[in-house]
């Protein structure tokens, strides 16, 4: 969920009107957040060059093996890589990291590595680097296997007990062993990996995501997964609905809306949510299978809490990770 900061400009020698201006300026930026990049056009962060000579400008909100999602004013579009010629981002640590990335893919790893450090060096907190940096030493690790690419499903099987397989572009998974590594994990079957490392597998084919999973015996992976977790019905009387603006935590927990999207700050230990199989850091990137990049917090509230639907469905995202076998 990307979210846009309003700036509220002072006015002076306006006197009573440019007071009330200045009142209804910052209630409309305080109240509406999350909509200040869809009324009008925002002011661009990042820009894309194209091969043809192109540019578009918006914002990247998501990368993927093949393709980025590219967010502008007039909605979301996909852009191969095939097509790009080079990416400039609004922070100079996510230009680094891009070249990092854009140099492991082609497999210059002492190349990559210098990026990310610098990437590190400008901004230490830069979690999208050291998520890279340790899908680095990985794969440096896996190179001195010398696993051959028939064997990375069979490997797979063994060292965290999966069987994938690819579904709409996803990476579902389809079963999972008893007493497995994946099942101590809190990964169940019907459940899609969506990322290693924090970089994301979707469009990958299931022998090329199996091959970033994979690596030396007792050692950690992040996997980062997407899951269904279903609320049961739990209608609320008139004279609570009245009040709902005041309540977040019906079923049990409570959301925060931060940078990366909305995110479970809080789950009741005794709550239906819990019961569910909801989680702390969980991020809900949908409700009924309908996205909440783009909504605003009050119709979050309004299609968990006065769903006239049997149950709420609740899609998100959560790391996990597992130590291999």
């Known amino acids: 969920m990307m979210i846009k900061q309003c700036s509220v400009f002072s006015v002076q020698g306006t006197g009573g009107r440019g007071r009330k201006f200045c009142l209804i300026l910052f209630l409309f930026c305080t109240l509406y957040p999350v909509h200040c990049t869809l009324l009008t056009p925002p002011a661009f962060a990042d820009a894309v060059y194209l091969n043809t000579g192109e540019i578009l400008k918006g914002v990247v909100v998501e990368e ?18 095939a097509s790009i010629d080079q990416i400039f981002f609004d922070n100079e640590e996510q230009n680094y990291t891009y ?4 140099a492991f893919s082609e497999g210059d790893f002492n190349l990559a590595f210098g990026f990310y450090q610098r990437a590190l060096q400008i901004n230490p907190d830069y979690q999208a680097a050291k998520n890279s940096l340790l899908r680095l030493n990985d794969a440096l690790a896996r190179e001195k ?36 590594v994946a099942s101590k994990s809190g990964i169940n079957k019907g459940d899609y990996i969506n990322s290693v490392w924090g970089s994301s597998v979707l469009y990958m084919d299931i022998e090329s995501a199996a091959r970033v999973m994979v690596g030396a015996d007792s050692t950690p992976v992040i996997l980062g997964i997407e899951k269904s977790i279903i609320l049961p019905v739990n209608p609320l009387p008139w004279y609570k609905r009245i009040f709902l603006f005041l309540m977040f935590n019906d079923f049990g927990f409570r959301l925060a809306l931060k ?15 819990k019961q569910a199989g909801l989680e702390a850091k969980d991020e809900i990137i949908c409700i009924n299978s309908e ?22 469905v609740l899609t998100v995202k959560r790391n996990v990770i597992a130590i291999r076998k």
Request: glycine content about 6%.
């Open 64 to 81: 993927h093996c093949d393709r980025i999602v590219l967010s502008t004013y007039r909605g979301e579009i996909d852009v191969s890589k």
């Open 99 to 102: 070249l990092g990335d854009k």
């Open 291 to 312: 996205s909440v990049r783009y909504m605003p917090v009050s119709m979050v509230r309004r299609n968990i809490f006065q769903s006239r639907l049997r149950h709420v």
């Open 259 to 273: 940078p990366s999207g909305l995110i479970v700050s809080y789950v009741d230990t005794h709550g239906m949510a």
């Open 145 to 180: 296997l010398g696993i051959a690419n028939s064997e990375f499903l069979k490997l797979l099987k063994k060292q965290l007990g999966i069987f994938i397989a690819r579904r709409n572009d996803k990476i579902e998974v389809i079963s999972v062993d008893n007493d497995s």
